[in-house]
């Protein structure tokens, strides 16, 4: 028999929701009130659904839902909440593994939410998994400050930066910002994890508003999304009197698919983009810095770890191929001169210029270059200062 998981810190509303759940003779239901606990109860049991409180004691809702995607990304999550829930402008979105439900609800509520995860789960209909857009309305709810670090397959992975439930950055590529964002939003069967928000990622460069990247509103009093709920429960009920009657469903077990490789942290990369952030913040916060066109750091290969730019600029993976010419150049030409290799490069025109520096990555001694391109009256002994520091 499915085993059903709720959580939530209120015991009395446990007892009752399971009360009335153990009334429908389908699922057998374990609860907990204790986030933790409840990660521990998913480790001992194949739990076929997951009901959660927003506001669970020991780790909260984000958390675990993180931990879901992680470890039993294919399990359908519901996500019980106190304020309107959100109203997606796509139908699809509410459709995916990750179900909002407003308190106070029916039981009725519940199980139809319960019966349409397993309809989805055993038609196969999971490709799509837990989607950025079902799950970014939930940041604003509990007014996250954190860095996001969102992988989906054949992504790269990207990161969002927000500061008390609003989305303030992103980076993705070499996209820009808004690009980045707009980009990671629109991700399906997402992994995700969340860390401190850095010092230096605490200005705000998105303008779009959160729920405009999850293309949702949020549902007050008696209107059009109202009457969409009833007609969703409507299905909600038709679907679970379709699987009450089928007679395979009463009895069956299903396994939990489980994640096949572990999300591995891009430790590199998340160094890389510390790097680019500290010197975007020295050159923004100096008066006689003036602007810069691109930061990036790079291997010796040309591969791009993380880049921010200021303005458009065409393929700067091949002016990074380039520049190693450049430096292999000059080491030859510095040895036959009997002095010192040099540590950077600096080219420089009427219009702007570059500055190369050669860095040493904490990581596998891979040396790293760091790439900065400036306006037109950069101060180039300051920018260097800067990229010196970071060796």
């Given at each position: 028999?499915?085993?059903?998981?709720?959580?939530?810190?209120?015991?009395?509303?446990?007892?009752?929701?399971?009360?009335?759940?153990?009334?429908?003779?389908?699922?057998?239901?374990?609860?907990?009130?204790?986030?933790?606990?409840?990660?521990?109860?998913?480790?001992?049991h194949?739990?076929?659904?997951?009901?959660?409180?927003?506001?669970?004691?020991?780790?909260?809702?984000?958390?675990?839902?993180?931990?879901?995607?992680?470890k039993?990304?294919?399990?359908?999550?519901?996500?019980?909440?106190?304020?309107g829930?959100?109203?997606?402008?796509?139908?699809?979105?509410?459709?995916?593994?990750?179900?909002?439900?407003?308190?106070?609800?029916?039981?009725?509520?519940?199980?139809?939410?319960?019966?349409?995860?397993?309809?989805?789960?055993?038609?196969?209909?999971?490709?799509q998994?837990?989607?950025?857009?079902?799950?970014?309305?939930?940041?604003?709810?509990?007014?996250?400050?954190?860095?996001?670090?969102?992988?989906?397959?054949?992504?790269?992975?990207?990161?969002?930066?927000?500061?008390?439930?609003e989305?303030?950055?992103?980076?993705?590529?070499?996209?820009?910002?808004?690009?980045?964002?707009?980009?990671?939003?629109?991700?399906?069967?997402?992994?995700?994890?969340?860390?401190?928000?850095?010092?230096?990622?605490?200005?705000?460069?998105?303008?779009?508003?959160?729920?405009?990247?999850?293309d949702?509103?949020?549902?007050?009093?008696?209107?059009?999304?109202?009457?969409?709920?009833?007609?969703?429960?409507?299905?909600?009920?038709?679907?679970?009197?379709?699987?009450?009657?089928?007679e395979?469903?009463?009895?069956?077990?299903?396994?939990?698919?489980?994640?096949?490789?572990?999300?591995?942290?891009?430790?590199?990369?998340?160094?890389?983009?510390?790097?680019?952030?500290?010197?975007?913040?020295?050159?923004?916060?100096?008066?006689?810095?003036?602007?810069?066109?691109?930061?990036?750091?790079?291997?010796?290969?040309?591969?791009?770890?993380?880049?921010?730019?200021?303005?458009?600029?065409?393929?700067?993976?091949?002016?990074?191929?380039?520049?190693?010419?450049?430096?292999?150049?000059?080491?030859?030409?510095?040895?036959?001169?009997?002095?010192?290799?040099?540590?950077?490069?600096?080219?420089?025109?009427?219009?702007?210029?570059?500055?190369l520096?050669?860095?040493?990555?904490?990581?596998?001694?891979?040396?790293?270059?760091?790439?900065?391109?400036?306006?037109?009256?950069?101060?180039?002994?300051?920018?260097?200062?800067?990229?010196?520091?970071?060796?």
């Amino acid at each position: 028999m499915d085993k059903v998981l709720i959580v939530d810190g209120n015991e009395e509303f446990l007892e009752t929701t399971k009360a009335g759940l153990q009334k429908v003779h389908q699922f057998e239901i374990l609860t907990s009130t204790d986030g933790r606990d409840a990660v521990s109860l998913l480790a001992a049991h194949s739990v076929s659904v997951l009901a959660a409180d927003m506001e669970i004691p020991g780790m909260d809702a984000l958390e675990l839902l993180a931990h879901m995607s992680q470890k039993h990304y294919k399990t359908p999550c519901i996500v019980m909440i106190d304020r309107g829930k959100p109203w997606f402008k796509e139908p699809a979105s509410q459709q995916s593994f990750l179900y909002h439900l407003e308190k106070p609800f029916r039981i009725g509520s519940l199980v139809s939410a319960i019966f349409v995860g397993l309809n989805l789960r055993d038609e196969g209909s999971n490709n799509q998994g837990m989607t950025m857009a079902s799950l970014l309305p939930l940041l604003e709810i509990q007014q996250k400050t954190c860095r996001m670090q969102v992988s989906a397959p054949g992504k790269r992975t990207g990161f969002l930066y927000f500061e008390n439930g609003e989305i303030i950055d992103a980076h993705c590529k070499d996209l820009s910002v808004h690009e980045a964002a707009m980009q990671i939003a629109s991700w399906n069967q997402i992994s995700f994890s969340f860390s401190e928000l850095p010092r230096r990622r605490t200005r705000r460069r998105v303008k779009t508003k959160l729920m405009d990247f999850a293309d949702a509103t949020w549902s007050t009093g008696q209107n059009t999304s109202d009457v969409q709920d009833v007609q969703k429960e409507a299905d909600f009920d038709r679907q679970s009197e379709a699987l009450r009657n089928e007679e395979e469903f009463e009895g069956e077990d299903f396994d939990i698919v489980e994640l096949l490789d572990e999300v591995k942290p891009d430790i590199p990369g998340r160094w890389a983009e510390e790097i680019v952030d500290r010197i975007a913040d020295m050159l923004e916060q100096a008066d006689d810095a003036r602007a810069f066109r691109l930061i990036s750091v790079f291997e010796p290969e040309g591969q791009i770890l993380a880049a921010r730019q200021a303005e458009v600029q065409k393929d700067f993976s091949v002016l990074v191929r380039d520049l190693e010419g450049f430096w292999e150049a000059g080491r030859q030409t510095a040895e036959k001169a009997g002095i010192d290799p040099a540590d950077s490069l600096i080219l420089h025109g009427e219009n702007g210029g570059l500055i190369l520096r050669r860095i040493s990555s904490a990581f596998n001694g891979q040396p790293l270059w760091a790439l900065v391109v400036c306006e037109a009256g950069t101060n180039w002994h300051f920018v260097k200062a800067c990229l010196d520091t970071l060796v």
